[in-house]
């Protein structure tokens, strides 16, 4: 390991070297980051998942910064050209981008203007100008530099401006500070293309837009690519270029009295122009973009994370229901463990409009079965098919609730192979209302079965670069598998894949064996599979629960590594069984066990709750029982309603319309908020004002401060906007006159301080 990138890094994410060392020797030895995360944190001192993976990002990046470094400067070395200046600059960058900047003039290059005046034999003339001669002539100068290639002066002094116009573009100092300026004070700048096709007008407002390059938002980034992408606008950049090219020039004239201060500020301004400039633009509309990427990619990673951490509704009797007109419901009856009990089908909207018959069918399924909740897609004929489900429970008193659950992905996963190696004999529409009530029943172990990125917890997310969104939520998936773990006995091929330690095959290998052999009754029966060996079961045993089998212990997040403190800890203490509510640890007698104190929290925390569910501690699905209407609602009213998509100008909320309502980010808080992530998160049940009605669009815009707070926000804002009536004028300013001999020795004290 390199000592100095490790340094290097524990400074710059604030945490020990020893945990950054321990951190690396721990992934170097095929540990997995779930099992580092949550078994070895002695060695970590306590750090997450998040902080290890970014460590091994870190790491990687610093590693191949490294290898670039090294490569340049034996390129530079080799072409005899390295100076220890050089050198340094290459040493002291943190960047690839850096890096690739001060290599920029060493590249050999083979098409550009420069160097084919280059290979004319031009470069003493442009080494000539470069020394900025005050006398002499250039003509007679160029014309010592003719031949079959360079057959008149003019192109000899136009051949050397080229080179000096190349020097400009490759100068990193340069690029650099054009970069910063041009991010700092210039603008970009969108238009209506001519003869652009946007029907719906959906980028409207970039149609003549102006906006500050530092601050324009993630969100407008990716609107403004994908309008360009689609031929609907332009874009371009506002900012002072003539000053520009006066800094790009005086980095050459050393002398105003130069013969060749008219050649080298032409050569400046044609190199900034064609080469400099458009270049810094790229990369700094690539910068944005990246940015936006990153951010969405995190936007969209923590909110597929809080989706697959909502809390399960065990132990319920679940109807799935799948929402259609034309085709019809489709019903789905799960018991407590998610198993399909009963299947049918219903007419109740256009163009049948059994309406009566479907009731009968539903309240007869409800009884039979004793269904306790009700999972209502959010598809097609979903509010239709609320309002129907509100009826029947108020016709019949029913003690039943139902929920609108996001059927996103659903009919990709109904579609796949897993759904038709489970039920070869649904439709696929039948497997879709399985999947809806499942989604209530744990949401973690069907969700997992789709692809993230058909779940629609995201935004612009098919202009993301694939491969590093599909990167960050499987480590999205990874995280929130195994903070929850799995039921050794009943999960799934594809939630077994995600374990620490686990892979497809090794998962499918724990699933024949199940079915081959019976029940799990103990972790140690994992070594009896294929494909478990003794690495691979010490990454996973503590993932994989048993609540059934004849070791209490396996119940647990415990480890079985750990088995023997754990048991040492129940004897001392006189513990006689997991569980128990009167459970206490004497820290007296513990602490001579000599169990390091992270461990030793997680074996006591197992012994109170052996059955602890991580996704307790955050909020269930919202249970309804009477449906809404948009006529229903007027402004001001409270409502409760359950945040389904979270973007970076606000969050989706499903109050019970048929479309979602929008808190616009400015509605989300009195204080200033960053980013609506901030505030809140997918699956979130929350209070929201109806702040505005669309009525004959459908739509509501809500907020989640209540209207007078608001409005008093606003009206304090304008009080501060408006101008004081009673503002004192300035004093007025002294004239040169005025001023006394004390006034200019005070001045001059305060500029350069006491000699």
């Excluded at 679940?318 to 034309?326: E, I, K, L, T, Y």
């Excluded at 039921?487 to 620490?500: F, K, Q």
């Excluded at 109050?655 to 980010?665: A, K, N, P, Q, T």
Aim: proline share 3%; charged share 30%.
């Amino acid at each position: 390991m390199n000592e100095t990138i490790i340094s290097s890094l524990a400074v710059k994410l604030k945490i020990k070297i020893t945990q950054v060392r321990n951190t690396l020797d721990l992934l170097s030895q095929d540990n997995t980051v779930p099992f580092i995360a949550r078994y070895r944190k002695e060695m970590t001192g306590g750090l997450d998942e998040e902080q290890i993976l970014e460590i091994s990002k870190q790491y990687d990046y610093e590693l191949k910064l490294a290898d670039r470094k090294e490569a340049v400067l034996n390129r530079i070395a080799q072409q005899g050209k390295l100076t220890d200046e050089i050198k340094q600059s290459i040493m002291d960058a943190t960047k690839l981008s850096e890096v690739e900047d001060l290599y920029r003039p060493y590249v050999q290059k083979k098409k550009t203007r420069a160097a084919v005046a280059i290979k004319n034999g031009l470069q003493p003339l442009c080494d000539w100008m470069l020394s900025m001669p005050k006398e002499g002539s250039l003509n007679e100068e160029a014309s010592k530099y003719l031949n079959d290639e360079v057959k008149t002066v003019k192109d000899a002094i136009q051949g050397a401006e080229d080179i000096i116009a190349e020097k400009i573009s490759d100068t990193a100092q340069l690029r650099w500070e054009f970069r910063d300026f041009i991010y700092n004070t210039g603008k970009i700048v969108t238009k209506l293309k001519k003869n652009a096709e946007d029907e719906k007008r959906v980028y409207e407002m970039y149609y003549d837009r102006s906006e500050r390059v530092n601050a324009i938002a993630d969100h407008r980034v990716m609107a403004i690519d994908r309008a360009e992408k689609e031929k609907v606008i332009s874009v371009d950049f506002e900012y002072d270029m003539n000053s520009l090219i006066e800094q790009a020039a005086d980095s050459l004239i050393k002398s105003r009295k130069s013969i060749v201060n008219d050649e080298i500020t032409a050569a400046c301004e044609d190199g900034c122009k064609r080469l400099l400039l458009p270049s810094v633009e790229r990369e700094i509309r690539s910068q944005l973009s990246e940015r936006a990427h990153n951010k969405s990619i995190e936007i969209f990673s923590l909110n597929l994370e809080k989706l697959l951490l909502q809390p399960p509704l065990k132990g319920r009797v679940v109807m799935g229901f799948d929402p259609a007109f034309r085709t019809g419901c489709k019903l789905a009856i799960l018991d407590s463990t998610g198993k399909m009990l009963h299947i049918d089908k219903i007419y109740p909207h256009q163009p049948v409009n059994k309406v009566a018959e479907a009731k009968k069918t539903l309240l007869n399924l409800i009884r039979k079965y004793g269904v306790e909740i009700i999972a209502i897609g959010n598809g097609t004929a979903s509010r239709e098919s609320e309002k129907l489900v509100a009826e029947l429970i108020h016709e019949n008193n029913l003690k039943v609730s139902y929920a609108i659950v996001s059927e996103a992905g659903a009919s990709v996963y109904s579609a796949s192979e897993n759904a038709r190696n489970e039920f070869p004999d649904l439709h696929v529409e039948e497997r879709s209302a399985v999947s809806i009530g499942r989604r209530l029943l744990d949401p973690l172990a069907e969700l997992i079965k789709i692809d993230p990125k058909s779940i629609g917890v995201g935004q612009y997310q098919h202009d993301l670069p694939q491969k590093q969104l599909s990167d960050r939520l499987d480590e999205a998936i990874m995280m929130c598998v195994n903070r929850t773990g799995a039921d050794l006995n009943t999960a799934s091929v594809e939630l077994l894949t995600h374990i620490s330690g686990l892979n497809s095959a090794s998962a499918r290998e724990i699933v024949d064996y199940r079915n081959n052999n019976g029940k799990f009754t103990n972790r140690e029966q994992l070594k009896k599979v294929k494909k478990i060996g003794d690495k691979a079961f010490q990454q996973c045993a503590g993932f994989l629960r048993i609540t059934d089998g004849n070791e209490p212990l396996d119940r647990t997040a415990i480890h079985p590594e750990s088995y023997a403190s754990a048991r040492k800890i129940m004897e001392v203490c006189g513990i006689e069984k997991l569980g128990d509510p009167n459970i206490s640890f004497d820290e007296d007698k513990i602490s001579k066990l000599g169990i390091d104190s992270y461990t030793l929290k997680d074996i006591e925390d197992a012994i109170r709750q052996p059955l602890r569910d991580y996704r307790d501690q955050f909020e269930g699905a919202l249970l309804k029982s009477d449906v809404l209407e948009i006529s229903d609602l007027k402004v001001g009213d409270a409502l409760s309603g359950t945040i389904r998509n979270v973007v970076d100008f606000g969050a989706f909320v499903d109050i019970g319309l048929h479309e979602d309502g929008l808190v616009h980010i400015t509605r989300m808080s009195m204080k200033k908020v960053n980013h609506p992530s901030d505030i809140v998160s997918v699956g979130d049940i929350v209070t929201v004002y109806v702040a505005r009605i669309d009525e004959a669009r459908g739509r509501v815009q809500l907020s989640l401060i209540p209207l007078q707070e608001l409005s008093k926000r606003t009206t304090e804002k304008k009080d501060r906007n408006r101008k004081p009536e009673n503002k004192k004028k300035p004093a007025a300013k002294k004239k040169e006159d005025d001023y006394t001999y004390e006034d200019a020795m005070k001045k001059l004290l305060e500029r350069f301080g006491k000699r």
